[in-house]
């Protein structure tokens, strides 16, 4: 089956470490669904920069100055909830975690932001694959590791790959099982129609496919961090991150001596999505999608896993699959919404 390709393209998400700049789309959501929460805008003269803390020294600060010298400078602490990596707006030394700051996001034990604004956590199980969206054309799936911390009922996960489906394509992008984590050498594992994507390390370094026209990587910092592109489908920034013996110490997550629990930060954007669209995360994109969640809870969670579930990483067999089926007469517009949108104009 082909793929529909449309006529316009949005603007790009990136996350790098060079300048940030953010940019929201306004319009009226639908009747059915909250209000997206609202995004705070860059003032006049801010710019928007990733700050990543040195492993071990979370309260390591970051000098925010004024490019423009028109006020003084201040220094930048990540959130307790984004330790390893977050946003600030400088001058003034607003923070922001990534994970809240854009629709389309999974940080952490899985916690997404919905299409509709809203966060949420899916927990899964561990060793199993679920489906994450499902659309007549495109198809991503999950696969979670995890913990069981044996004081609490209940178990930690984290996504530790996706699988992407689309057309008789697959794309594979995992974070590589590590006993110790070096920050210096490559955690990702890249695949594409089962064949590795090597990728140099270097900030920049890029692969585009010679099969299907508008398909890339790139990396986003010399080791770790990549964007995957298929123009006018979809754009996914991945991070492979560990966790740190001393957020095992505060969480019971039961680093091991022979596992740092490695895994992946995603953020996606979807340029064409069919009104039908479902997943976990694909079913906030619907024009008719109704959060049932408890939205003021601190830790909101979307259950229903077995609706969700998938044989295999590549499966397209979960309950509420959509891949194959005839294109549906309605497609949903990616400035249907007030989706905020985190751009780094170096990759547009």
Known sequence: MAVRWPSTAVAALGIGASLLVLCVLMAS????????KAVPRVPKGS?????????????????????????PGCQA?????????????????????LCDFYPGASC????????????????????????ILSDDDLHINAHFIGNHNPSTSRDFTWIQAVGVLFAHHRLHLGAVHSAHWD????????????????????????WSSASVPGLSITRTSRANSVVVELKGVFRIVANAVPITAEESKAHGYGVTADDCLAHLDLGFKFHALSDDVHGVLGQTYRSDYVNKLNVAAKMPVMGGADDYVSSALFATDCAVTRFGRPAAATVVGTAAGGIAMVTDAKYV
Do not use: W
């Open 29 to 36: 959501p639908a009747s059915a669904q909250p209000p997206p």
């Open 47 to 71: 710019n928007l920069v990733v700050i990543k803390p040195q492993l071990g020294r979370r309260n390591s600060q970051f000098t925010c100055t004024d490019t423009k010298k028109k006020r």
């Open 77 to 97: 602490t990540c959130p307790n909830r984004c330790p390893k990596e977050c946003l600030v707006m400088c001058p003034s030394c607003m923070t922001f975690c």
């Open 108 to 131: 952490g034990d899985p916690r997404f932001t919905g299409g509709d604004g809203n966060n949420f956590y899916f927990h899964g199980k561990k060793g199993e694959d679920f489906c």
């Open 183 to 206: 920050s210096a050498a490559d955690h990702l594992d890249l695949a594409f129609d089962d064949e590795r994507v090597h990728l140099p390390l270097a900030d920049g370094a890029r």
